[in-house]
């Protein structure tokens, strides 16, 4: 197949890119207020049932779950703000 000019493709990538991001924005801004459950991967951070990376303050050993309310997010993670172990 022939290749198309290397600044459609950029253009094309950079587009794809910013729509990713917007759509993960408004999922993690429908989330906010909602109870979460995470499996915590490492210190501080954990995923959710659909896999929404959380973030949140305190110790908690890889492999437990915690739950809690989701407050905020950065446009990549949300946060809990207070949380305790599910």
Request: charged residues 30%.
């Amino acid at each position: 197949m022939p290749q198309h000019p290397g600044g459609l493709i950029h253009a094309r990538a950079r587009r794809l890119r910013a729509a990713g991001e917007a759509a993960l924005a408004r999922h993690l801004t429908r989330r906010i207020g909602a109870h979460a459950i995470g499996l915590v991967e490492q210190a501080g951070r954990a995923r959710a049932e659909d896999f929404t990376e959380i973030v949140f303050d305190g110790e908690a050993e890889p492999g437990e779950l915690i739950e809690g309310v989701i407050v905020s997010h950065d446009g990549r993670r949300a946060r809990l703000a207070s949380w305790s172990r599910a």
